[in-house]
């Protein structure tokens, strides 16, 4: 794997976790050691499904340390478009600023995903609701740190992984070592491309640091979200040293098909599209997500 020259992976980014436990998802304060700029990765905004009511207190907690810590933000990063929580992106953004980031391939997923919610023409699938797409290889500055996007499809086609010096925020690809792999099985999702992602993520140097979106506590253990390549190569339970591509396509594919949809996932597709944004209110002033049915 060829890393941008610019890039320090010596450099230790703070990084400061928020765990928000209805959805299991880990979002990251990643700060310059070296100044008081900061990225916000994969923010979370609530929903109450039931009543349809949207709130933000797992975001004003995010935004309450910025503020406290005095950090000035500068990008808001989406690992990709997720499929079980709500990014609070543009709420954070509209608060402390910073550019909102991601895959160039959310135009592939806006695509697929804007035929099955029947978006219409006014839905722009050109990922022009993001301040930036980011190409393999691309870099962007954090204060002092140079960042670069690595893309690593296969859990999603726009799904990229965040190296950050010594700190790489992998987003759904992997989980921690007794957690595997995530599934490859939503639109544009394959397991053979998963596998050949991970192993690039895992050419990076043993010592490096990897931050998960996600965690479910196999076995009951206390949540964890931080690990590293070499304990990934070791012990990850699909894809450590010596196990081959076919091995893991069959066990992935194998398991994949006996996981149900993620409970968000309705409104979790129709909001990240967007890059965070409801859909447009209609004439009353209401908005709406769609439910599609598959007829029999």
């Not at 219409?120 to 740190?145: N, P």
Request: charge should be negative; include cysteine.
């Amino acid at each position: 794997m060829s890393i941008p020259h610019a890039v320090d992976l010596s450099v230790k980014p703070e990084v400061t976790a928020f765990f928000d436990e209805p959805t299991n998802t880990i979002s990251y304060v990643v700060k310059d050691p070296n100044s008081n700029a900061c990225a916000i990765i994969d923010s979370v905004m609530d929903i109450d499904y039931a009543a349809g009511r949207i709130s933000y207190d797992s975001a004003n907690e995010i935004i309450d340390y910025v503020k406290k810590h005095d950090l000035k933000v500068e990008w808001l990063i989406e690992t990709h478009a997720h499929a079980d929580h709500l990014s609070a992106a543009p709420y954070i953004q509209g608060k402390v600023g910073g550019k909102l980031g991601i895959g160039e391939n959310i135009k592939v997923v806006q695509e697929v995903f804007g035929k099955i919610f029947n978006e219409g023409t006014e839905f722009q699938r050109d990922g022009s609701q993001f301040d930036r797409l980011f190409k393999d290889g691309d870099t962007y500055q954090i204060g002092s740190m140079t960042a670069f996007a690595m893309l690593t499809p296969g859990h999603t086609p726009a799904c990229m992984t965040h190296v950050i010096g010594d700190a790489a925020f992998v987003g759904d690809t992997l989980f921690m070592p007794d957690g595997g792999t995530a599934r490859a099985d939503f639109p544009g999702g394959d397991a053979r491309t998963l596998y050949r992602s991970i192993k690039r993520v895992l050419e990076l140097p043993p010592e490096t640091r990897l931050f998960m979106c996600h965690d479910y506590a196999p076995g009951g253990r206390e949540i964890k979200w931080e690990t590293t390549v070499g304990e990934e190569r070791a012990h990850n339970i699909h894809v450590h040293e010596g196990i081959s591509e076919d091995e893991f396509v069959r066990v992935r594919e194998t398991r994949d098909k006996t996981l149900e949809l993620p409970r968000l996932i309705i409104p979790s597709i129709q909001v990240n599209i967007r890059g965070g944004n409801l859909p447009e209110p209609d004439d009353t002033g209401k908005r709406h997500l769609k439910v599609p049915i598959n007829e029999l």
